[in-house]
């Protein structure tokens, strides 16, 4: 039986993007395949700090799709990490998941979903980085995969912004990848409540000013950032 490698699973309100405040199972799986210097789930994968034995944890499959099917609020969101490095035994999970349950899966938009998750997922949250998050862009954009997520009409396109460079970066990034406005969501850089309140205002206006859509993040303005939560 094939097991996933998880850091946490907690209930909570979705803190970003489209299903911004709906209650939710979090499924957080562990490992990425970048690192975005301002990553705020470091513990997922930055092994320098964090020790794996003690974040990672080996659960088989059929109890993540158990604790999946009892959640109450009959959605999950499965992040990271980069939950997309774990796509077999995401499969194998679903597979064992009721079809009322709402799926959202958070991607950093490198790694392109196999069929089986293509079919299942009802909503994409794909969190392409920009120069900003500290990668190459060798690692960061893989033009095959936003360009296929971006032809998914459930595939929302959720942009970290802070400065006036990452806010052009990310308009080149829109129309490099022809993704409708309709679903572009920019999203304010921070790590704390602070941050969150002195920044939001000035990204809400860019927003405005492109006729894309603002995400706050709910798990810094409620608790301010504490972790499962």
Known sequence: ??????????????????????????????????????????????????????????????????????APSKRVVITGGEPLLQQEALVAVLARVPADVFVEIETNGTQLPVGDLLQRVNQWNVSAKLSSAGD?????????????????????????VESERDLSEADELIARFNWPKARVLFMPEARSR????????????????????FSTRLQLALFDGKRGT
């Open 136 to 160: 190459p862009e060798r690692l960061r954009i893989k033009p095959d995969v936003l360009v296929a997520l971006s032809e998914l009409a459930h595939a929302f396109l959720k942009i970290v």
């Open 194 to 213: 602070v941050e969150l309140a002195e920044r939001s205002q000035r990204i809400a206006e860019a927003c405005g000013e492109r006729g894309v859509r």
């Open 1 to 70: 039986m094939t097991d996933l490698k998880v850091s946490e699973i907690f209930t909570s309100l979705q803190g970003e993007g489209p299903s911004l405040g709906t209650p939710c199972l979090f499924v957080r799986l562990a490992l990425c395949n970048l690192h975005c210097h301002w990553c705020d789930t470091k513990y997922t994968w930055d092994w320098q700090h964090f020790r794996y034995e003690d974040e990672v944890r080996l659960i088989p499959t059929d109890r993540v799709a158990e604790l999946i099917a009892s």
